[in-house]
């Protein structure tokens, strides 16, 4: 049936729908062997992902310097168009277009994010939250999105500098501030600061050491023994709300 597919107007090619959203990518995405805790976790579906999702809540290594983010989402306007590429299973907010490789119940369009089947200059603002170090060509997903931003247009990037492995579907590189000063070097200004500082990263660490190295392969045992490492430490990472500012050395060991 026709309502099945969706159809470019200039070229004539047809993209399936799924669960009635477009569908642009061309084969199936393999995960890496070690991605099975983090899968689970991102589902949100199972018991113990949701338990395991609470107990982040309580006790966690991530003292966020600012809310950048949730600040431009929030700033935005009914008119403006918010892209979140790589959303995962979340909506920051009811006008943010969720795009995807993977179906949740909040991805609005399903395809590869460094092949963007989009116009170019129509977004205002394009999320990338914890993405980059996901994908093999970095540079093509930076370069998409600023082919599609709208002049003036903002792009908001969180990336890992100092952070553990944690496949999903794989994890490629991590990224200093001269990298991502020049993934970005073809927009008008660049701006990197810190987001988790130094002992946040340190607390991590810590704790992921004790899951990673101690742990079975298996969600409950990983968040019991990372939740018993962190109920000690992770207090500290509120010293970061002094040395992100009074500290120049601390983004060299940020993220």
């Known amino acids: 049936m026709e309502d099945q597919f969706l159809q470019c ?39 113990l992902s949701k338990l395991y999702d609470i107990g982040k809540i309580v006790v966690n290594s991530g003292y966020a310097y600012e809310r950048i983010i949730e600040e431009y989402v929030e700033s935005s306007t009914a008119t403006d168009v918010v892209i979140e590429l790589g959303c995962g299973n979340r909506r920051l907010r009811d006008n943010v277009i ?3 490789i993977f179906d949740f119940g909040y991805t609005d369009i399903l395809c590869d994010i460094s092949e963007l089947p989009m116009k170019n200059g129509i977004a205002d603002i394009i999320i990338l939250d914890s993405v980059i170090e996901h994908v093999p060509e970095p540079q093509k997903v930076i370069d998409n999105a600023y082919r599609i931003l709208r002049p003036n247009g903002y792009l908001i990037c969180r990336a890992p500098q100092v952070f553990h492995y944690h496949p999903y579907p794989k994890h490629y590189q991590n990224f200093t501030k001269d990298g991502l000063d020049y993934l970005m070097r073809n927009f008008t200004e660049c701006r990197v600061q810190i987001s988790s500082g130094p002992t946040s990263m340190l607390t991590n660490l810590i704790s992921e050491y004790v899951a990673q190295a101690f742990s079975p392969k298996s969600l409950l045992w990983y968040g019991f023994l990372k939740g018993m490492a962190l109920l000690p430490i992770f207090i500290f990472k509120y010293i970061d709300l002094i040395l992100n500012r009074i500290s120049p050395g601390a983004i060299n060991i940020s993220s």
């Open 98 to 100: 969720g795009v995807d």
């Open 9 to 47: 107007s200039a070229c004539k090619k047809r993209y399936p729908l799924s669960k009635g959203k477009p569908n642009f990518i061309n084969q199936e995405s393999k995960y890496s062997d070690e991605s099975g805790n983090q899968i689970e976790e991102m589902s949100k579906t199972s018991l």
